[in-house]
């Protein structure tokens, strides 16, 4: 396979979707939704293969299960699609309109971001929820995912290509690239000409190869090194719950809390009874000395602990004299992901809001709202932990670039 | 010197630059303004020895000008910081504020994009120009100059923050880079734990190093290889002065003409006229076969010619059949910069506007406008050539980013 071949189709496929009015890119989610179901007996089939090699290979159990397609999880594909559908088509809304003096008129019009990359990993589901938002966009998507879903994607690819062609839509709309070696994979990262965007979905190891080695535009998403701060002033009542929800209501995600940082004033109101509870949970904590004293159960936490997004039940614990330490303690180790302040001292939460850099800050919440659903933008396609087009959760509106129009009757610069 | 450290003194200033108030941060620009005025014979003296070099080194004319500054051009300098102080600051800005239904109020809020690398040439005011609208957004700056302008540069960046010392500001919030070897340059681009978004300025062959180098996000700038399309409905006479104007106004800018595209249908009678007006400017003309035909002084345009941005009194000339033909050869050979078309039909016109792939896309203007003040945003960073984050003339939003403060009372995730 030539990536120039895929960048060219791709290229060619792209004024074709700008051209799309809502009511038709709808028309085509919901027809690429339905062609889904009735080709599951097709995909399951090229599912099983992937299975098969996985446990051949050895793979883990947990990532065997995310491998795996049921018939259930492909009507949850389609549904996905069908909720895409029900979402405000960003594109083509008016962003200003404005006349200069000169007598031209500037129309700052929403556009799609053209030709995005998506590389993700063995999650089969990824290709049907890529694809839907891309193309709601007005959007060409290029997939590229694991190497261990390749016969699942490839048989997901082609039921929505197919069901392009049927309505009558450019099927190069989604393409996937099915050399999965890691040269292609770079190549793919630098095919400036024909990419416009790469966004990277995946674990912590995936999203360095790509911001390394990536020369297209990247948005940068999902590694959470989050914290929660337990101010003097804090409601203990109210910390604990949150911080067991942050912790372990699922411990696999992006926006789960990692690390305890704890004002010393209330250490021993706070630690014994949260240690209690997260025993219960077999959460394992590392602490520094002075909470090591308290909770002599807990381990001895080193300097790489403080950096270190556990997806775990694993704990780091802190303990600091003030606000302003928490703030730079957090600073200094967070990814830029979700902080959390558990406080009754107002100006410590604004001082904690404004000064603590990430994507969301919380004031007396659990850091798990960081989500699309959760902040009522619906499906997402990741969480964005850099600070360049768009931060946080990512709607549809992080699928758009915007251009100017201008309207002259022969207007020349002096 | 140690990049690490000029990194973590930029991030140690960054969350003071947060702090500030626009009355502050315009009280410290106005200082440093009449701080550059009242250094004017240090760094004049510091600009010699650059000049001097120059000479020695033989530097072309033109860059040797570029190069030089005199007790006007400071002034100017100066000047150009007191105009960033009349723009309105962006930062703080809430952009969004919503209540969900679990009653978490979620504020998204404009924040500075954090540290700002920016990468240029030997031009000694980008030093002043770029840390008056990073300052103005509350961002920290990161400079890296052309090497041949380090004395100039050193000498504007130490008034600079000398005067920051002097009202009280940490003057970190300006730094240069004093080592200009290649290898400091392209570790810079890779200084991702600190510096958040990289800039480069300059011509193409210094965007295409950082593009291809930088691990930190980019925001690509500047490059145009610009078109205009004369359609068969154009109005000839408001056609000749929009491509002269376009093509030789001042040729050394990204938002001039490289290219005419024109419809058969009006090739006989637009190319004569517009030859006789094009050599009177000492134009050259490279041109397909068919305009050769019309136009004997034409030279062949070879494919390069289609893709180059010349920059200099050189223009090729292409006949296409159709609007449709124009905008596929205008998308394949562009740079997402600026493009025009000359026509009396509005249904080419829009299809034009919606089809072309650029930052700006005008009907029946010159493309000389895309500029920060041409289009009432005041002084720009650049022109962004990408879709991710800013398109077009970059004003003071493009150095912004945003953040979502979420007030809870106790909320946890289901």
């Known amino acids: 396979m030539i990536l120039e071949e895929l960048g060219m189709a791709a290229k060619k496929a792209e004024p074709q979707l700008i051209k799309l009015s809502t009511e038709e890119k709808n028309k085509a989610l919901l027809a690429v939704a339905d062609g889904l179901v009735a080709d599951a007996e097709m995909i399951l089939a090229e599912n099983a293969k992937d ?12 990532l065997i299960d995310r491998l795996l397609l049921t018939k259930e999880r492909i009507e949850a594909m389609a549904e996905g699609l069908r909720e895409v559908v029900a979402l405000e088509d960003p594109i083509g809304e008016i962003l200003e309109t404005f006349e200069r003096p000169n007598g031209l008129k500037v129309v700052q019009k929403r556009v799609p971001l053209g030709v995005i990359g998506i590389i993700y990993e063995s999650r089969p589901n990824v290709t049907a929820d890529a694809f839907g938002l891309c ?112 912790k372990t209501q699922r411990i696999g995600v992006c926006n789960a809390c990692e690390s305890l940082v704890v004002h010393e004033n209330v250490k021993e109101q706070l630690l014994p009874k949260l ?13 520094d000395e002075k909470i090591c004293q308290i909770l002599p159960e807990a381990e001895v936490a080193t300097e790489e602990d ?42 410590n939460a604004e001082k904690f809001l404004n000064e603590v850099d990430a994507a969301a800050v919380y004031v007396n919440a659990s850091t798990r709202f960081t ?37 002259g009757n022969g207007q020349i610069r002096k």
Chains 1, 2 share one sequence.
Request: with cysteine; charged share 20%; proline share 2%.
């Open 135 to 246: 193309f709601k966009t007005g959007n060409v998507v290029i997939l590229k995912g694991g190497k261990d879903a390749i016969h699942s994607n490839l048989s997901i690819t082609n039921s929505i290509r197919n069901t392009l062609a049927k309505v009558g839509i450019v099927e190069d709309a989604v393409q996937l690239i099915t050399d999965t070696d890691r040269e292609t994979t770079k190549a793919f990262m630098k095919l400036n000409n024909y990419v416009d965007v790469l966004i990277p979905r995946g674990g912590a190891g995936l999203i360095k190869t790509v911001v390394e080695n990536a020369t297209i535009p990247v948005i940068e998403t999902g590694t959470g090194n989050c914290h929660i701060f337990v101010d003097e002033s804090a409601d203990i009542d109210m910390a604990i719950p949150i911080i067991i929800n942050a």
């Open 371 to 407: 989500d699309g659903f959760e902040f009522g933008f619906g499906a997402e396609i990741g969480i964005s932990t850099q600070k360049l087009h768009a931060r946080g959760p990512m709607g549809l509106k992080a699928l758009t670039s915007y251009k100017y129009n201008i309207y």
């Open 306 to 347: 403080w950096g270190t997004e556990y997806l775990d039940y694993i704990i780091s614990m802190k303990t600091v004299a003030s606000v302003e330490e928490a703030i730079e303690h957090i600073n200094k180790y967070n990814t830029k992901h979700s902080e959390a302040i558990i406080t009754g001292n107002m100006k």
């Open 51 to 62: 299975i098969e090699n996985a446990k051949v290979n050895h793979m883990a159990a947990g």
């Open 275 to 287: 240690a209690e509870q997260l025993k219960a949970k077999n959460v394992v904590m590392k602490a």
